[in-house]
């Protein structure tokens, strides 16, 4: 692959990332909203926080590449957000919906690890000098992804029992 040929993927693929965040930072406020337990809720308001650090250092590696801070949809991110907002749609109670809640975070996450995974490796391949200001952003924010998705793994499992009963909950409402 020529170098210029995946300089310019990379750049369209941060498009994409940076779109992806912005659009998390709509969303997460009504994810937040939705939440019952109050630890959820604070861990989805710490996320949103995190969320706009993202768009800041994306902002930062657009201007280290001399590239105008924009997005392209990003269908990916379009559609999970979309599945999201399907799950807070339906008549979930309580731990019910938080489970639920947690599994759509975690698709969330999931898509940043491979996408923010995927630009740091090549960024790494690129090796230009400029790139390693670029690099070290993005490995800083690949990592808090990853540990953001470990966190909200462990909530998953405290939530995880309340999980089962969700067919027989909503299947007794019918």
Known sequence: MEHNALME???DELKDLYDAENRLVKALPKVAKAA???KLRSAVEEHLEQTRGHVDRLKEIFENLGEKASGKKCAGMTGILKEGEELMDEDYEG???DAALI???QRVEHYEI???GTVRTWAELLGENEEKETDEKLTQLAEEINVQAKEEGGEEGEEGEEEAPR???RGARA
């Open 9 to 11: 993927l990379y750049v």
């Open 36 to 38: 019952t337990s109050e």
């Open 95 to 97: 731990e019910v919906m």
């Open 103 to 105: 599994s759509a975070a």
């Open 114 to 116: 491979a996408a923010y």
């Open 167 to 169: 067919g027989k909950a």
